[in-house]
């Protein structure tokens, strides 16, 4: 199938290049010329495992192609996803101007019958005004083409993404015409080979279904912390109690990893705009919005064990700091637990040198201002001479460390972990002062 991807960040590069490896026709849409000149030249602007390869081999066999003229894209293309982004608005809402924008756009360009689907997270009612955006488009062109607007929230997860979106544990579509149904069902069926379901829905249930699902794991995320901070105050040990309700199938090991909280482009933002449709339809969302303050909470209280250990005023402290992206696997650094952390010891004068294995560039950008932080090209080399070691991501090769180089290099050998990577007994025969999330106080 002929298909355009207007937005060509995380999902839209990752949904076009997955897109043209099951055969189809993409061509990707961005504003950003930089982006898309980069693209070109085969340069891949973020980091994400083994989307360079897809890229790369799809682009030279001519399946996948950048360009920042959508005109060219909305002719040639009889299926339309916009992939933008919607970030949160100083409400809490939705910023929805950029979907609108390409949904406007569409309507003054259009040659014919197109089916446009929202694969931006978007509230519900939004399929709506984008279908009135356009039709107002197409009135003032007085032209009067057919179209259906369809929602296909996407679930891909940043580090494994290319993984998520070949093999999907299941595909959304929200959509009211059952012929457009047939054909996005024709156009996911070779990643459903499997058998996992291609569940259609009405278009608002679609919409809402995103946000149920992203807060969902967002609030088992501040239960597991809620519970590890009872384990502080009570002594439990939250390593066993994980394990010990992780094993009920009902609730699961995934994301309930004690730690410092959910942070990068989307729970965040898809939690403060879920909030908001809630109060918007006058309900107060009371799981949602405590899941939010536990989330907050939990970075201002990793904070607090430092300042316990090394008292109020940091000024003569250097930090090591391991990670920096907002998990590990990628680049994005977008409401990254570490910015929050780095700031809050930086107003009490702490200083950091640290170390990332793919987030740097992009922690220069937020960071690179700030005196307070230099950079390091290896976890080792942030070590010589720190007071403490701060862990704020689990990158893979931060597991199994070399502890009696860290001890040789550290000037004592205390590690604040955020996301409690080791076994406490083990390093205390080893000499370590090691503080984890769920200590008891
Ligand atoms: N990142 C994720 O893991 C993820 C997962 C699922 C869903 N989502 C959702 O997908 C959407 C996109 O997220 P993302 O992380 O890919 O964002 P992103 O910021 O990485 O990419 C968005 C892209 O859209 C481009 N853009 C903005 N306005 C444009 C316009 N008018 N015309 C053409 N291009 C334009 C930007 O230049 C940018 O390249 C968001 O709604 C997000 O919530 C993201």
Not at 185 to 206: C, G, N, Q, W
Request: glycine fraction near 8%.
């Amino acid at each position: 199938m002929k298909l355009a991807i207007v937005g060509t960040g995380y999902v839209g590069l990752v949904t076009g290049a997955c897109f043209a490896e099951m055969g189809n026709e993409v061509i990707c849409v961005d504003a950003d010329a930089t982006k898309i000149s980069a693209l070109e030249q085969g340069r891949i602007p973020i980091y994400e495992p083994g989307l360079q390869e897809f890229v790369k081999r799809n682009f030279e066999e001519n399946r996948l192609s950048f360009t920042t003229d959508l005109a060219a894209a909305v002719e040639r293309s009889l299926i339309i996803f916009i992939a933008v982004g919607t970030p949160q608005d100083r409400d809490g809402s939705a910023d929805l101007s950029a979907v609108l924008a390409v949904a406007k756009d569409i309507g003054r360009l259009m040659n014919g019958y197109k089916v446009i689907v929202e694969k931006s997270t978007v509230p519900v009612g939004t399929a709506q005004k984008v279908r009135r955006v356009i039709s107002a488009e197409l009135k003032a062109r007085g032209v009067d083409y057919q179209f259906d607007v369809v929602s296909n929230p996407e679930f891909l997860k940043e580090g494994t993404a290319i993984d998520d979106f070949m093999k999907p544990d299941r595909i959304v579509v929200g959509c009211d015409d059952v012929r457009v149904a047939e054909l996005m069902k024709e156009l996911y069926a070779p990643f459903v080979r499997t058998h996992h379901p291609i569940i259609i829905m009405d278009v608002v249930s679609a919409e809402l279904t995103k946000y149920a699902a992203n807060a969902f794991l967002a609030t088992k995320i501040s239960f597991i912390n809620e519970i590890a901070n009872i384990c502080a105050l009570t002594g439990a040990d939250i390593a066993m109690v994980r394990q010990g309700i992780g094993s009920d199938p009902r609730i699961g090991h995934l994301f309930l990893f004690p730690g410092l909280g959910y942070g990068g482009s989307c729970f965040p933002k898809d939690m403060q705009a879920l909030i908001h449709t809630a109060r918007s339809h006058g309900y107060t969302p009371r799981v949602l919005e405590a899941a939010e303050a536990v989330n907050q909470d939990q970075r201002r209280l990793f904070v607090e064990q430092i300042r316990r250990y090394f008292g109020d005023d940091l000024k003569d402290k250097l930090f090591a700091v391991w990670g920096l992206s907002f998990k590990p696997g990628t680049d994005d650094m977008r409401e990254a637990p570490s910015l929050t952390i780095l700031s809050l010891l930086a107003e009490r004068g702490a200083r950091f040198k640290a170390y990332d294995p793919k987030a740097i560039d992009e922690a220069k950008k937020m960071l690179g201002g700030n005196k307070a932080v230099s950079f390091a090209k290896s976890c080792y080399d942030t070590l010589e001479g720190a007071d403490a070691l701060i862990i704020n991501t689990e990158w893979t090769m931060f597991r199994e460390p070399d502890f009696e180089r860290m001890k040789t290099l550290l000037k004592q050998p205390v590690i604040f972990d955020g996301r409690n990577l080791y076994n406490p007994e083990k390093l205390a025969k080893l000499g370590f002062r090691y503080f984890y999330i769920g200590q008891k106080l």
